[in-house]
Each structure stands twice: as C-alpha cells, then as structure tokens.
C-alpha cells in the first residue's frame, strides 16, 4: 500500500476526453497491438487488443476549473492515453505507485492553491519503488503552500499521475 493516494484522471473528464480532448481535437480511438502503455483512466499498463486512445489532457487546467484557481502560464497539456470507452477504473487490490519501475525518471511538480508552480524534484524510481515515491511526497507536502502534486515522465513529460494534499 503505498502512503499517497495516486488519483486517475476523474471520471466526467474522462467522458468529455473520449469525445474532444482538451486541444479540441476529437478523439480517435485504436487497438493496442501490444501492451503496456500508462493508461490514466485505471492507471495500469494496457494489453494487447483493448481500444485504446492518445488524447491531450491539461490536467491542472481542469483541477483549476474546479477549485476556482488561476495557473495562467502554468496551464499546460500534454498526451496521455486512456481506454476509448468507459472501464473501471484502478484496481481496489492495486499496490504501489501506478507506472513505476526501478531506475524510471519521474518529476514530482508541486502547485498551490492558486495553480502555480511552487517546486519539483527529479526522482529516480529506487528498487523499493512505494519508498522512493513515498519520500519524495513527503517532501513536496511538508510545505505547507503544496495543494497537489503531479507525477510525470522524464522521457516524454506526460502526466502519469496526481496526488492531493493528504
């Protein structure tokens, strides 16, 4: 069980996604001829054959719409995937940090209430993965300006995943 709570991207976003993402492109959807990509609706690996989408998302664009805050220059997009119709969503019995693998480069990005970047850190997933992960929210939440906290790729900068003040 890991310290944090990794959130998938919310359900009525989901349902606007699998129609017009949020580049206002709309969305087009595919069979995953092999598995493994990230998918943020159930925050798992895809498998072969599922009907899978690549969209863009701005997830703290939509996070603002909610909570009323102003990211301004801070409002970004990026892709992610997700299955093309509607899943269940994260596995209850799922252990650990979804995406994650020892030696993998993520960035912990830190936001405030008001949607601007107040921090980051490099982490390099370490072989006891749930630690590593766990460690590095400590950190962005022991400041107390820190409202919620993305996870990204390195390689790509896609969001993987969101972690709100506890």
């Known amino acids: ?9 919310d359900p009525a976003a989901l349902t606007e996604l699998r129609t017009t993402d949020d580049a206002g492109r709309p969305c087009r959807s595919f069979t995953a001829d092999e598995g493994g990509h990230p998918l943020r609706c159930c925050l798992r690996g895809s498998e072969p054959g599922e009907r899978i989408a690549l969209v863009s998302y701005a997830p703290l664009r939509r996070w603002a719409a909610v909570t009323g805050a102003s990211p301004g220059a801070y409002d970004e997009q990026g892709p992610v995937f997700l ?9 209850p019995e799922r252990e650990g940090y979804p995406f ?22 490099l982490l390099e997933i370490p072989a006891e993965e749930a630690k590593g992960f766990d460690a590095a929210l400590d950190e962005a939440f022991a400041d107390p300006e820190v409202a919620l906290a993305h996870v990204r790729a390195v390689e790509y900068g896609c969001f993987h995943f969101e972690v709100r003040r506890p």
Do not use: K, N, Q, W
């Open 100 to 121: 994650s693998r020892p030696g993998a480069l993520r960035t912990v990005r830190r936001y405030d209430a008001h949607g601007r970047i107040v921090g980051g850190r």
């Open 83 to 91: 299955h093309a119709e509607a899943c269940a969503g994260p596995d």
């Open 1 to 9: 069980m890991t310290g944090y709570e990794p959130r998938p991207i």
